[in-house]
């Protein structure tokens, strides 16, 4: 039902636009939420989007999230990366924006997104 894509190797200062097609969600389980988990490190929240938007505090002015709801896509826009934004990059689905992931109940495959220097 979620499927994320659009990673990549980039240089830092570049962009890189995720995606994550959401197929087959019910208005129960419409907000959408991004996460990112890099090597030896917990999971991070990076941003949501439902009745409101949220982003996590690393990249705040830096990456937008969006929706087409025409396409069922949330896009993870990102901008000026860092090298420690290097990560596997997850959405994941749940019935109101949040922070958290326990409060997410269906999850995609990860995409990697690489930040070189």
């Known amino acids: 039902q979620l499927q994320a894509s659009g990673g990549g190797l980039v240089q830092a200062g570049g962009s890189l636009r995720l995606s994550c097609a959401t197929s087959?969600?019910?208005?129960?389980?419409?907000?959408v939420g991004w996460f990112r988990q890099a090597p030896g490190k917990e999971r991070e929240f990076v941003a949501a989007?439902?009745?409101?938007?949220y982003y996590g505090g690393s990249v705040k002015g830096r990456f937008t999230i969006s929706r087409d709801n025409a396409k069922n896509t949330v896009y993870l826009q990102m901008n000026s990366l860092k090298p420690e934004d290097t990560a596997v990059y997850y959405c994941?689905?749940?019935?109101?924006?949040?922070?958290?992931?326990?409060?997410?109940?269906?999850w995609g495959q990860g995409t990697q997104v690489t930040v070189s220097s």
């Open positions: 087959g969600l019910t208005s129960r389980s419409n907000a």
């Open positions: 994941a689905a749940g019935v109101v924006a949040g922070t958290r992931d326990r409060e997410y109940n269906f």
């Open positions: 989007i439902g009745r409101f938007i």
